[in-house]
T-cell receptor, first 109, second 114 residues
Framework: GQSLEQPSEVTAVEGAIVQINCTYQ??????LSWYQQHDGGAPTFLSY????GLEETGRFSSFLSRSDSYGYLLLQELQMKDSASYFC??????????FGKGTRLHILP | NAGVTQTPKFRILKIGQSMTLQCTQD?????MYWYRQDPGMGLKLIYY???????DKGEVPNGYNVSRSTTEDFPLRLELAAPSQTSVYFC?????????????FGAGSRLTVL
């Protein structure tokens, strides 16, 4: 089967840095994406890793290690508006995109 | 551009009724996907399509059907609705395959089956 594991909840302080981890087990893995979803809203794309290493987009960075079947999303300079759920998603060679169950990020002032 | 448009936004169905959730995109994307999201959970892939005339099953296809007669439209049909199909349904599209699949999501359709 295919599965992605990520922590259900993470809490951090405003202005700090937080890392959300994701481990995956998929057949025909191609790349790892990250999406943000605010309550009542639709998921929105944040970042994609097709190769090992770090991708940086403003305050958000994402990392992939294929040998470890592992990736993470790093959020810096946390703002209250970053309170949301974050999903990792695996793209496979059969064109399926499979999502993890999501990590709810709580930010304390 | 409207992006991905889903209708209806809300719907209540009785057990055994059927309905179609509409999804249309105006970005000329080849790939389209249907997901369902239960409260506090991730998104489960129902069906997907890599182009007009081509559809494939995802993780949870039972109880659903799809068609893709045009590039723009990807309707999801629920036959004989059951309470287990109460969920929020998201349609998404992307331009290309695994290496170019930034998903753009519609606003979602909240379905309740009573």
């Amino acid at each position: 089967g295919q599965s992605l594991e990520q922590p259900s909840e993470v809490t951090a302080v405003e202005g700090a840095i937080v890392q959300i981890n994701c481990t995956y087990q998929t057949s025909g893995f191609y790349g790892l994406s990250w999406y943000q979803q605010h309550d009542g809203g639709a998921p929105t794309f944040l970042s994609y890793n097709g190769l090992d290493g770090l991708e940086e987009t403003g305050r958000f960075s994402s990392f992939l290690s294929r040998s470890d079947s592992y990736g993470y999303l790093l959020l810096q300079e946390l703002q209250m508006k970053d309170s949301a759920s974050y999903f990792c998603a695996a793209s496979n060679r059969d064109d399926k995109i499979i999502f993890g169950k999501g990590t709810r990020l709580h930010i304390l002032p | 551009n409207a992006g991905v448009t889903q209708t209806p936004k809300f719907r209540i169905l009785k057990i055994g009724q059927s309905m179609t959730l509409q999804c249309t995109q105006d970005m000329n994307h080849n790939y389209m996907y249907w997901y369902r999201q239960d409260p506090g959970m991730g998104l489960k892939l129902i069906y997907y399509s890599v182009g007009a005339g081509i559809t494939d099953k995802g993780e949870v296809p039972n109880g659903y059907n799809v068609s893709r007669s045009t590039t723009e439209d990807f309707p999801l049909r629920l036959e004989l609705a059951a309470p287990s199909q109460t969920s929020v349904y998201f349609c998404a599209s992307s331009y290309g395959g695994p290496g170019a699949n930034v998903l753009t999501f519609g606003a979602g359709s909240r379905l309740t089956v009573l």
